[in-house]
């Protein structure tokens, strides 16, 4: 993706990249990471035609309930939250280094 | 939008959810389906409405403008005639000339959303153009009646009782005419650009023949006797023949 996630996107691509074999659906990922359906679906429809995400639809529903549209990690989304996690520990990293430099300096 | 599921959950906030889901541009439809499938599993009523209203907002970030458009006309064409009646004296008939915008733009809204009427969505522009036309039309004579109406001049009583609730069928029964013609399930490209085309051919041959023969023979005054002794053929009043 060409242009920089927000860091809501980054949280679904986080929590989807946590199991990326299994399919979710919308509300669950949403409670998982504290988005309502007004924030949650226009980043998954982002993430999609991006191609980072790939959907389906429930193949057998319980009685009563429609199929649920699914969704889970491409090997494109895969490798774009493996990126987001080293440069968010990379950026994890300076903060500490960061805060070590200046710990050492005002104890000089 | 067609009720693609029919399941037990049809409440108010389901419907909401109905009603936006056409806002979506066509290459994000199945997200619509896939938000009411969601909303189909969700229990408590407050969960389920907060549900819809995220969605709708969702849908709302990037609607569809034709549909937007589609929505926001019937809606701003009941909004200017309930202001362009302000001034209507008589109350009966400023509210029956409402209640005629109402009607109509409620059918309106319905083409897009009751199954029968539900419009092609791909690869058809002919059936779009009737449907868009023949609705724009159709709320250009209500404008009209609106317009001609709405001063309270006249036997308002008889506009009030029988004239606009007339006209409201009338325009009514041809909206119903034009969304029944427009959609999949009843006629196909070939059947409107016919249809379209033979409608002018008429038109056309109508107006030559309006034109080249008059239909109505001019009115003259013959055989009543005038009070000042002229020619009741040249002048005066009298009984009007044909």
């Not at chain 1, 990126?83 to 968010?88: D, K």
């Not at chain 2, 929505?71 to 005639?81: E, H, M, R």
């Not at chain 2, 309106?108 to 009751?114: I, P, S």
Request: glycine share 12%; proline share 7%.
């Amino acid at each position: 993706m060409g242009r920089r996630l927000s860091p809501q996107s980054s949280g679904v691509l986080d929590a989807l990249a946590d199991d990326p074999i299994t399919w979710r659906y919308g509300y669950e990922l949403g409670q998982q990471v504290g988005l309502r359906a007004g924030t949650l679906y226009p980043i998954l429809m982002r993430l999609s035609e991006g191609g980072l995400l790939e959907d389906s639809w429930e193949s057998d529903p319980p009685a009563g309930r429609p199929p649920r549209h699914l969704y889970r990690l491409t090997a494109l989304g895969q490798q774009a939250a493996a990126e987001l996690g080293s440069a968010s520990s990379d950026a994890a990293t300076h903060s500490v280094r960061g805060i070590q430099g200046l710990a050492t300096r005002s104890a000089s | 939008m067609s009720r693609w599921w029919a399941g037990d959950r049809r409440d108010a906030a389901a419907l909401f959810l109905d009603w936006t889901v056409p806002l979506l541009p066509d290459t994000r439809r199945q997200w619509g389906r896939a938000m009411q499938a969601e909303l189909a599993g969700l229990g408590p009523s407050a969960d389920r409405w907060r549900f819809a209203g995220g969605c709708a907002l969702a849908i709302l970030r990037r609607p569809s403008l034709g549909a937007l458009g589609a929505l926001l006309v019937p809606v701003g064409f009941v909004v200017a005639t309930v202001r362009l009646t302000a001034g209507t004296a008589y109350l009966p008939l400023h509210l029956v000339l409402i209640a005629m915008v109402i009607v109509l733009a409620a059918l309106y809204l319905c083409g897009d959303r009751v199954e029968l009427f539900v419009p092609r969505r791909t690869g058809s522009h002919v059936a779009g153009a009737v449907r868009v036309g023949g609705a724009l039309t159709l709320g250009w004579l209500a404008l009209g009646i609106v317009l001609s109406h709405r001063s309270g001049d006249g036997n308002v009583v008889d506009r009030a009782s029988t004239g606009v609730p007339i006209f409201t069928v009338l325009l009514g029964l041809c909206l119903v005419g034009f969304l029944a013609l427009t959609s999949p399930a009843l006629a196909d490209n070939r059947v409107l650009t016919r249809g379209v085309g033979l409608g002018v051919l008429a038109a056309v041959a109508w107006l030559a023949t309006a034109l080249a023969a008059l239909p109505i023979p001019p009115v003259k005054c013959v055989g009543v006797p005038d009070p000042g002794g002229r020619d009741p053929d040249r002048s005066g009043p009298g009984r009007a023949t044909r």
